[in-house]
């Protein structure tokens, strides 16, 4: 839990919202995302984005909440409330996309698209995406474990086993820089 919280708190840029509710709501939201209340946040964030759907970090911190929510309605809706997950990181990773210098961005956009397919029982779609998010971004090892327990739960063996040695060296190699 501890590496997503650091994420919110290096991304939550304020002065983005220049109107003083718009500030006042992602305030509200942060906070609640901070202490873990993703379901509580959610009326927050959804009037943020009524006021401005083209905002991407707004529809990135939707998609987040989303897709962690602790108390779905129910399986019904919870999915219903993924695939609105994965179409509000779809628009974010079609802007990173046109970004030269989008740095870890984009991968942990894929990332948490994959998890949105992971979690809706689209395992296909989501080991894409957690290729693309390792693409993205050589950094993210998750993406590569990912990966693997996707393959094992598909019975796909051999491509989960080239991808654990994959892993594997990877690990290894970050492990002596840092």
Do not use: C
């Amino acid at each position: 839990m501890l590496p997503f919280r650091l994420v919110l708190i290096l991304f939550f840029p304020l002065s983005l919202y220049s109107d003083p509710l718009s500030s006042r709501l992602m305030v509200r939201a942060r906070e609640l995302m901070m202490d873990g209340q993703f379901s509580a946040s959610l009326p927050y964030l959804e009037k943020l984005h009524k006021r401005q759907p083209f905002e991407e970090k707004t529809g990135y911190y939707l998609a987040l909440a989303l897709l962690y929510q602790e108390k779905p309605r129910s399986k019904t809706a919870y999915r219903q409330d993924l695939r609105r997950a994965v179409a509000l990181l779809s628009h974010s990773i079609e802007q990173y996309t046109r970004i030269a210098d989008r740095g870890e961005e984009l991968g942990l956009r894929y990332f948490y698209q994959g998890l949105a397919y992971w979690y809706g029982q689209d395992a296909l779609k989501a080991l894409y995406a957690f290729r693309a998010a390792y693409r993205a971004d050589f950094e993210r090892l998750d993406a590569v474990y990912n990966q693997f327990a996707i393959l094992e739960e598909l019975g796909k063996w051999d491509e989960a086993d080239l991808v654990r040695n994959q892993y594997r060296r990877l690990l290894k190699s970050s492990a002596i820089d840092d």
